[in-house]
């Protein structure tokens, strides 16, 4: 039996019958469908869920950007009032549930700082106070713990918007209630790394001992990302491919060093899918439904899609999918590079994202020269998302860098095959048409270049008209493979344990 004076709040091994389950809050930017911008949205929307499945006390704190509606939520009503530099911000606390769950949702009100139209920047600008912002985030959901007496074994934080969340729990709250809450820091884009003016610090309360190699500094700028992967109890990322890659000068964004010094505390665990928002059998967005024993509902998908997007409808023309953020990161630019030839192959292109201004015109612009083969829909539009997925033959994903990539592991539930540059999350979740065998769900490049791209697409297209039984049986393979969230919820179950352990002996 270890010393008792040595023991600190939290979870131990020995207390299993009594806490057997670490509680836990995701304290994050995104969850959808209240406010997403990409993968982390859905992270935080669907994990959380599948950890109260197992039994986990957990829930989530967000900020209540304007776009969000109250109406019909609980609000608390004490205000909250959250340190930031000299000076205290009054925030209101709005209480909900996550959607089909009753794991508790937070949302922090504060107007001058939140009430926006978006999430970090506004469209073709910057937003000059994001420190300030994601810094009473992070403050806000420490000090929410404290007022909602909930004391979490372990607070689950999110890329750069709450990575200084580590840094407080070592510093303003190493004393007190929270000591003893470990941190686990998902780096789920480690590309995204914004630097804050070093005279900004004072905001955050930390103290100017944390601004050093080791910590938060970053070339005389505040890094908060770099912060919270010192600080941080234990990191990970969404699939085991990237957790090797950013260890790697190539691929670390500059933070390779770190992730490389940390490297025993890093571990992947590959993101789920929502299997309830993401299900081919009941999806709502859908003019038919399928399943993996009967794909007739998927025709009458492809044709509604061709219609959407004003493509011809030909049953017998491949579509070939995409749905992307467009940056630069997504290799967009590629498929416009060899557009003309991909043309060639007797395919059609369906397109949705925004983005680069530069990528979306060009993209408009295809369109225009090829009316009825390329559609194009510029903007978020989660319905024509499903659609995509469930109307195309084929998703393309030539991602430069790709951490994990959900759309790869819909368009396999939705038997549309995906084609993807073999890196990060990509490589872990498509398994490489084998010609020999007629096995595979998905067709794999490398490296990703226009020709790449090409040959993979023309190596699909091949399959698709040239070995219908084949095609057939890699969708049925792509449309059982097992994504759903209970796995990696056991493995960050796993992580939070392990995470304790380290934060009692810290
Ligand atoms: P990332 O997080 O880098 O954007 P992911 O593949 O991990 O990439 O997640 C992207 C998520 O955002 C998916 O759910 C995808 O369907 C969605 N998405 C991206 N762009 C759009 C868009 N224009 N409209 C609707 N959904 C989109």
Known sequence: MKDASRRTRGYHPEDRAVSPLPSVLFAASECAPFAKSGGLGDVVGALPIALRERGHDVRVVLPRYGFIDTRGMRRHEAPLGVPLGASEAWCAVYETTLPGSDVPLYLIEHDALFARPYLYDPVGGWSHDNFARFTCLSRASLQLCKYLGFIPDVVHVHDWPTALVPVLLNTVEASGPLAATATVLTVHNLAYQPHFAAAELDLAGVGWGVFQEQGLADQGAINPLKGGLWHATMLTTVSPRYADEVRTPAMGAGLDHVLRYRGADLVGILNGIDERVWDPRADP?????????????????????????????????????????????????????????????????????????????????????????????????????????????????????????????????????????????????????????????????????????????????????????????????AMTTPFGWDRAAERYDEVYRWALERRRWW
């Open 285 to 477: 967005h859908l003019p038919a439904r399928f399943d993996a024993a009967d794909l007739s509902g998927k025709t009458v998908c492809k044709r509604a899609l061709q219609d959407d997007l004003g493509l011809a409808p030909e049953p017998l023309t491949p579509i070939v999918g995409i749905i992307a953020r467009l940056a630069e990161q997504k290799g967009i630019d590629l498929v416009l590079a060899c557009l003309d030839r991909l043309l060639a192959l007797d395919l059609q292109l369906a397109v949705l994202g925004a983005g680069d201004p530069a990528l979306e015109r060009e993209l408009l612009a295809a369109a225009a020269t090829y009316p009825g083969r390329v559609g194009v829909r510029i903007g978020f539009d989660e319905r024509v998302a499903h659609r995509i997925e469930a109307g195309a033959d084929m998703f393309l994903m030539p991602s430069r860098f790709e951490p994990c990539g959900l759309n790869q592991m819909y368009s396999q539930r939705y038997g549309t095959l995906p084609i993807v540059h073999a890196v990060g999350g990509l490589d872990d979740t498509v398994e490489d048409f084998d010609p020999a065998r007629g096995t595979g769900t998905g067709f794999k490049f490398h490296p990703a270049t226009a020709d790449t791209v090409l040959a993979a697409v023309d190596r699909a297209c091949e399959v698709w008209s040239e070995r219908p039984l084949v095609w057939r049986a890699m969708q049925r393979r």
